[in-house]
């Protein structure tokens, strides 16, 4: 039998950037910011992958689509399964 949990949610806050060197990004949890590594965009699909340490220590990689205001996709910690991951823009 298949059982999925939901086991929470957290609101990280996500900067994005185009420079001169490419794409940059960083997350903010609470007190932590995280650089973002290997971001690119293909179209309206973005992937990075970043490293936390809160709530615990994982690598995590992300993979979406932005659509207008909104974004939705997955992340994915190792070998664990995939959780969704949806969110809108801030002005």
Do not use: C
Request: glycine share 10%.
């Amino acid at each position: 039998m298949r059982r999925l949990w939901n086991v929470g949610s957290l609101a990280v806050g996500y900067t994005f950037s185009r420079g001169a060197g490419g794409l940059a990004g960083t997350a903010t949890y609470k007190d932590e910011t995280v650089a973002l590594q290997d971001i690119s965009a293909d179209g309206d699909r973005v992937i990075w992958r970043q490293a936390v340490t809160k709530p615990m220590r994982l690598n995590l990689a992300f993979d979406v689509i932005v659509t207008d205001e909104a974004l939705s996709g997955h992340s994915r910690a190792g070998r664990l399964p995939r959780s969704a991951v949806t969110g809108r823009r801030l002005s």
